[in-house]
T-cell receptor, first 120, second 111 residues
Framework: GAVVSQHPSRVICKSGTSVKIECRSL??????MFWYRQFPKKSLMLMAT?????????EQGVEKDKFLINHASLTLSTLTVTSAHPEDSSFYIC????????????????FGPGTRLTVL | EDQVTQSPEALRLQEGESSSLNCSYT??????LFWYRQDPGKGPEFLFT???AGEEKEKERLKATLTKKESFLHITAPKPEDSATYLC????????????FGEGTQLTVNP
């Protein structure tokens, strides 16, 4: 259980074009999803928190007009990189928050496999 | 500000040579400490969540422990397939559901 998928796994685009990345929770509903960026040999950098049915919350320094996030359903969040430039090339990873209460309380983020974006 | 420091940055072991990875943290009200494994070019894979000091969890050759200041990931008799980057993250009471990650420990297990 707790599987998260991302599509596409790899995308190459020309400078100035927009790219959409999908993140899906396959076997659970996620009211909250997160988008991260990872540079080579570095840890994950949180870009934004995506809440179903409301606007995303962006981390300081992340351009909300460049990285558009939509969380239209309990199983799907999308990240659109608008007018992409070579400096946007990176590994983008999403996660979905899984929670359960009671005796088996858990509040865990499960990650997708990532999307490698290359902007030429 | 929440801080997570992992050590060592890199660790090379021989197959069967047990060792431990460290994760030191400073947070305002720990809600949970998480361990993930990440293979090159892939997303992090969830390993453990620890919620309170004294808690321990095990999975195959891995055992995670938690104190009020740090967590250890013990690897017993590692195999080459345990080679990966191990990431530690904390969830603080003041930051909602956001995670703060450490920089990771890159583990290499030689046959």
């Amino acid at each position: 259980g707790a599987v998260v998928s991302q599509h596409p796994s790899r995308v190459i685009c020309k400078s100035g074009t927009s790219v959409k990345i999908e993140c899906r929770s396959l076997d659970f509903q996620a009211t909250t999803m997160f988008w991260y960026r990872q540079f080579p040999k570095k840890s994950l950098m949180l870009m934004a928190t995506s809440n179903e049915g409301s606007k995303a919350t962006y981390e300081q320094g992340v351009e909300k007009d460049k990285f558009l996030i939509n969380h239209a359903s309990l199983t799907l969040s999308t990240l659109t990189v608008t007018s992409a430039h070579p400096e946007d090339s990176s590994f983008y990873i999403c996660s979905a928050r899984y929670t359960s209460g009671g005796a088996g309380y858990t509040d865990t983020q499960y990650f997708g496999p990532g999307t490698r974006l290359t902007v030429l | 500000e929440d801080q997570v420091t992992q050590s060592p940055e890199a660790l090379r072991l021989q197959e069967g040579e047990s060792s431990s990875l460290n994760c030191s943290y400073t947070v305002s009200g720990l809600r949970g400490l998480f361990w993930y494994r990440q293979d090159p070019g892939k997303g992090p894979e969830f390993l453990f969540t620890l919620y309170s000091a004294g808690e321990e969890k095990e999975k195959e050759r891995l055992k995670a422990t938690l104190t009020k200041k740090e967590s250890f990931l013990h690897i017993t008799a590692p195999k080459p397939e345990d080679s990966a980057t191990y990431l530690c993250a904390v969830q603080a009471g003041s930051s909602g559901s956001r995670l703060t990650f450490g920089e990771g420990t890159q583990l290499t297990v030689n046959p």
